[in-house]
């Protein structure tokens, strides 16, 4: 069994997605779940979304989360091997990115390396898509490094962007995308051992 810590910031969707997926659809037969669910923001919905699936889940203050022994000792108790951001919003520490070397798997709302980087998530994305009147967007799943939304690209999907779409419908329209492709995808990763090797 492969254990999985889903990093998330907000509502929670998509680790919902990756838990549905996990137990009750084509990824059931993987050998991987979820082992736990850390958040940086309290009160967020993601929390209460791990708790319906019984889950694991810790908010984690600023400290908490820059602490190398608590954090590590954290993954460690849960004998977590890789680590899925699904929107999670802050940056990596360095120490994490040591521990768990290309084992850290990310989402990010739009085409990289188009509209990346600090301050570039959420609605923010979807808005500065629209004002630059792009005829696309998607979604892009990439391993992390020390920089935001950098680090080796192994999935990008695609959709379509309509002169009228509104900010909120283009979010919708990469929510789908998320929700369709980042737990199958999460799969494929963690079942090659040429991308992870999980630490051997």
Not at 1 to 13: D, P, V
Not at 32 to 38: D, L, N, P
Request: hydrophobic share 40%; proline share 6%; aromatic share 8%.
């Amino acid at each position: 069994m492969k254990r999985i810590a889903i990093f998330a910031s907000g509502n929670g969707t998509n680790m919902e997605a990756i838990v549905q997926y996990l137990r009750k659809g084509e990824g059931k037969e993987s050998g991987i779940e979820v082992a736990c669910v850390v958040c940086d923001v309290p009160g967020a919905y993601v929390l209460e979304r791990a708790w319906k699936w019984d889950i694991p889940h810790y908010h984690l203050t600023k400290v908490q989360r820059n602490d190398p022994d608590y954090l590590l000792s954290l993954l460690r108790e849960h004998e977590v091997e890789a680590i899925v951001l699904a929107g999670y919003l802050k940056l990596i520490p360095p120490f994490l990115l040591k521990a768990y070397p290309h084992r850290i798997l990310n989402i990010h709302p739009a085409l990289l390396p188009k509209y990346g980087g600090k301050g570039m998530y959420g609605m923010h994305v979807h808005e500065a898509v629209k004002r630059a009147g792009e005829a696309e967007t998607g979604i892009t799943i990439h391993v992390i490094d020390e920089e935001f939304d950098r680090g080796k690209t192994i999935f990008q999907a695609k959709t379509s962007v309509d002169p009228d779409d509104t900010p909120e419908e283009i979010a919708q329209k990469v929510h789908r995308l998320e929700h369709q492709h980042f737990p199958r995808v999460i799969v494929e990763w963690l079942s090659d051992p040429r991308i992870t090797d999980l630490g051997r």
